[in-house]
């Protein structure tokens, strides 16, 4: 045994009734085995991939804050993983160890994302990009192989195009037996006309791609093969030092909200895209973010539709605008300049110019998703859209409640450890801080159980039915998935 007693997280799994399922957990890539691994994997692309991969945040810290200043580069984190705690930084680090200390971590199965592999999708050039992204997939396979049965890691799903997604997806599935995918999103993209008209200056110009509206590419190929290959995409995409998030001096600045934001920013593109209604068999998870942007942002759908529905915008049509009647309110309220610009018809466009529309494609910004009323926002957006939640955060009470969220809707709160990272000190403590929701009376018995248990089972299983075969969890997992179809989640 590797602890002097029984854990509480040990004392409390064993008082559920469920298994506990992490739906976001981290290992800690020994970067001087990955290195060579990587060298017999891919070739010598792999290794220049993973130096400039794995250099950039060491740049950034050898700079004086001044320097960072003048370039305007966010601080990045230092002292992000586990030292004190020994034990915690191995564990990380190897597989086995991890596999051994699960059930003192209260945990039945951990889907085990990346580190330093997090940013590996987003490199911008084409080779680099695809030789880091399949000798990462190849090497942590072979470090995960034996485990299966308890811990699932995650592949690194490159989406500058379609076409590279759908290549590594095929590969990670098919060769490599995945069946988890962290698929790629906020890609940086030149702006044209700065390319076209100030090439040297084409590097600082950048717009960054949430996939689901706008971009250059159609990414429904995409979306096909992941439900042909029963594959539910998650994206564990930040914004750290970006925008907003870009302070040179302090990282929690920078760190605190990042994931939320990417998360908002892919969620809200790829409803307003109507991918949620072409592919209603699909599920989407947004990592590490949390569910409090999510409440908010359902809330914003369904507010700005009731606002902004084809119908409902015409209240607003310049058209419609009875000038012959403002006149006489001007001449009964209006001093004489007012009276005189009104009989002109000057000024009564409104600061937006309200009669041009800009030469969109549809007046109405939903006419992607087909909605005809608001229990169809609801429709498109709860079942479909999974959310990853750390255990200290005690707004994941939110998502399981009806009361404040539109329609009776429970949103669907996917625990997400976060171990091998700074923010969790000592990991057999992450279950027991979970169920301080429950103990507070934020949430019930039945809430903890969706939270740590089913709505991993939707996420994963309703794309792929016997995803959890040959697991630990593998018989409650099916039972729970049998009972999800007869109670549809969110409602």
Sequence with gaps: MLTNGTTEARKL?????????????????????????FRRIAGAAAVEALDTATQRVPNSLKMTLAERRRRRVGQEAFWSSPSENVLDRATAMMPRLMYERLDDLGIDLCVVYPTAGLSFHRMQDTRLRRAICRAYNVFTADQFRKYSDRIMPAAIIPMYTPDEAIEELEFASRELGYKVM????????????????????????????????????????????????????????????????????????????????????????IFFGGVTRRF??????????????ACMLYADLIGHWEKRNRAAIESTN??????????????????????????????????????????IEDLDDYFRCKIERKQDIRDLFVPRFYFGCEADDPVNAWAFNKKANPMGARLNALFSSDIGHFDVPDMSDVVPEAYELVEHGLIDDNDFRDFMFANAVRFWGEVNPEFFRGTVVEKAAAEALAQSRVVAPGH
């Design 318 to 359: 310049p058209a419609k605008l009875d000038v012959a009647k403002l006149l006489e309110y001007a001449q009964q309220y209006g001093s004489d300049a007012v009276v005189d610009a009104v009989r002109r018809g000057e000024g009564l466009e409104g600061d937006s110019n309200s009669k041009l529309t800009g030469g």
């Design 182 to 269: 962290m698929v790629g999103g906020l890609m940086r993209r030149p702006v044209p006309v700065v390319a076209e008209e100030q090439p040297d200056a084409a590097k600082f110009a950048e717009w960054l791609d949430v996939i689901g509206i706008d971009s250059p590419h159609d990414y429904d190929p995409v979306w096909t093969r992941c439900r042909e290959l029963r594959i539910a995409p998650s994206f564990h995409n930040g914004a750290r030092s970006i925008l907003l998030r870009n302070s040179p001096s302090n990282f929690c600045y920078n760190h605190i909200g990042h994931f939320a934001s990417a998360g908002h920013a892919i969620a809200k593109a």
């Design 280 to 293: 209603p068999d699909l599920n989407f998870a947004f990592l590490e973010g949390g569910v409090g942007w």
């Design 13 to 37: 799994r064993a008082r559920l009734n469920h298994p506990v399922i992490d739906a976001d957990g981290h290992w800690i890539e020994y970067l001087p085995v990955m290195k060579e691994e």
